[in-house]
């Protein structure tokens, strides 16, 4: 028995000395030293060939854009290598009363974390105005209340004034006025312009009301319809006017004859009847002379 234990002792000192003697010779502390170098080789390749493909580690807080010019973002962009798309949009209710260039959003968002030469997309209030169609008067809209809402939807700012006019209902539209200048045939037949959406120039619409009670009639007698109109219209009175064959240019015809008679007495709203002739009458220059003459003391 101690025989066979001796035996075996022996056996494992040789296996032993054989072992050590190999991990110890020259041939295996080479070849292991080249394993091992090759793998710490490929581990700094592949380690250092992915931080360059993924900029791995440089993750950084994404800056906050919204609200800068774009022109400043651009430089400060350029900064950490930040590649810029922009998406410009025009006048809307909530960017209304940005300067033009203005950062509205972006992606990614402020703070996120993000890495460099990332691109990040912008939305930017582009210059000039966005430009709406004017809804067009049909017959079916011509109520004020039903107008606006059309006009809010489109984003076009309208302010508005009363005008007696007892031959309607009471808020019809009955003028559309932009620029000073009236344009409601136009809209009427759909025809006009866009318009600027957001502007600080609104729209005017002219809406009727109902009158109380009486007012004397002006006299317009030897004035050109123009200025016929006018005075009507401040004296709370509605126009109609027929021109004889000579008329050419019917804002400058003059009046010749009205009805009522100036001073007559009728209600607001109600209508004066004008007859037109293209010259001046001959009896305005005695009316005339008489508004110009001096007064004596």
Excluded at 70 to 87: G, P, Y
Excluded at 232 to 242: A, V
Aim: hydrophobic letters at 35%; proline letters at 3%.
């Amino acid at each position: 028995m101690k025989e066979n234990l001796s035996e075996i002792w022996e056996k494992i000192k040789h296996f032993g000395l054989e072992v050590f003697a190999f991990v110890t010779s020259k041939i295996f502390i080479k070849n292991f030293a080249g394993v091992i170098g090759m793998l710490i080789v490929l581990f700094f390749f592949t380690t250092t060939w992915l931080k360059c493909y993924t900029n791995h580690g440089e993750a950084i807080h994404m800056t906050n854009y919204v609200g800068k010019n774009l022109l400043d973002v651009k430089d400060e962009a350029k900064t950490k290598d930040f590649q810029i798309v922009v998406d410009s949009v025009g006048n809307t209710e909530g960017n209304k009363n940005l300067p033009v260039l203005t950062v509205i959003d972006q992606d990614p968002k402020p703070d996120a974390l993000v890495k460099e030469k990332r691109t990040v997309y912008l939305t930017v209030k582009k210059i000039g105005f966005e430009y709406a169609e004017l809804p067009q008067l049909d017959g079916s809209n011509e109520s004020f209340d039903v107008y606006k809402k059309q006009l809010m939807l489109k984003g076009i700012n309208y302010t508005s004034l009363y005008r007696v006019d007892s031959r309607v209902a009471e808020n019809t539209i009955l003028d559309v006025k932009y620029l000073g200048k009236k344009i409601t045939n136009e809209v009427r037949d759909g025809k006009y312009d866009k318009v600027p959406k957001y502007s600080k120039t609104p729209l005017t619409i002219v809406i009727s009301k109902k009158g109380y009670g009486n007012t004397n009639v002006p006299n317009t007698v030897c004035k050109t319809l123009s200025e016929a109109k006018l005075i009507l219209e401040n004296s709370n009175l509605t126009i109609n006017f027929e021109a004889d064959q000579t008329v050419v240019d019917k804002d400058n015809a003059y009046v010749w004859l009205q009805n009522p008679a100036a001073g007559s007495s009728i209600r607001f709203g109600e209508q004066v009847r004008l007859r037109l002739t293209q010259n001046l009458p001959d009896d305005c220059d005695d009316f005339i002379n008489e508004l110009e003459a001096p007064i004596e003391n």
